[in-house]
């Protein structure tokens, strides 16, 4: 059981490959900004995943906190884009 | 049985994530790209949080830190991905050449 979280741990880093593709191409910031939140919620997941397989409960806040500061994160480049941050 | 179970959401999780990865890098423009990620995003996070959640035991710390965790993808992520959308239709980003509808100057209900 414990192998299993290893192993969608890594594969769920492993599927969002494309994400960083299209972070370190994409043509616009927006584009750029999609990928970043989808690869921190696979990021979330994976690290929920490892510290299943790891049995350390401190991983699990290390998850939370990522996934709602991700999102801070997409909502201030947003703002920014709309010229109503600065 | 168990792992028979938390294999199956894994992988149901996996394949939807993989598919809007690739998604996001196959689509022609920004908005259709918010569109793959936003939908798989959720689809793909909530098996895997589900097979998490039987692999572990309910009454664990794990239970209750993958309840919030869904419950910020599920609320935040629609809200993040809306927010760039909005962000990029009002600075003029181009639609793929094949939109239909492009309409920036129609008056907006307030």
Redesign the interface.
């Known amino acids: 059981m414990t192998t299993l979280f290893l192993v969608v741990a890594v594969a769920e880093v492993a599927v969002a490959l494309p994400l960083l593709l299209r972070m370190a191409v994409g043509p616009t910031v927006g584009d750029r900004a999609v990928a970043l939140n989808a690869f921190s919620a696979q990021a979330t997941l994976s690290l929920l995943l490892f510290s299943a397989f790891a049995s350390r409960t401190i991983y699990l806040d290390v998850a939370l906190w990522t996934s709602s500061f991700s999102y801070l994160g997409t909502l201030v480049w947003a703002r920014l884009l709309e010229r109503e941050l600065l | 049985m168990?792992?028979v179970v938390?294999?199956l959401l894994?992988a149901v999780?996996?394949f939807f994530?993989?598919s809007?990865?690739?998604g996001?890098?196959?689509m022609p423009d920004?908005y259709t790209?918010?569109q793959a990620?936003t939908k798989t995003?959720t689809l793909g996070?909530l098996p895997?949080?589900v097979?998490?959640v039987v692999?572990?035991g309910v009454l664990t710390?794990?239970t209750s830190?993958?309840v919030?965790?869904a419950f910020?993808?599920l609320v935040?992520?629609p809200?993040?991905?809306h927010?760039?959308?909005?962000?990029?239709y009002?600075?003029g980003?181009p639609q793929w050449k094949g939109a239909v509808a492009h309409e920036p100057d129609r008056e907006q209900p307030s």
Do not use: D, M
């Open positions: 168990r792992e938390v294999g894994c999780g996996l994530s993989l809007g990865a690739v996001v890098w196959r920004l790209r918010i990620s995003i996070a895997v949080l097979a998490l692999g572990t710390p794990y830190r993958a919030l965790v910020l993808l935040l992520n809200a993040a991905s927010a760039v959308a909005r962000a990029s009002k600075t980003t």
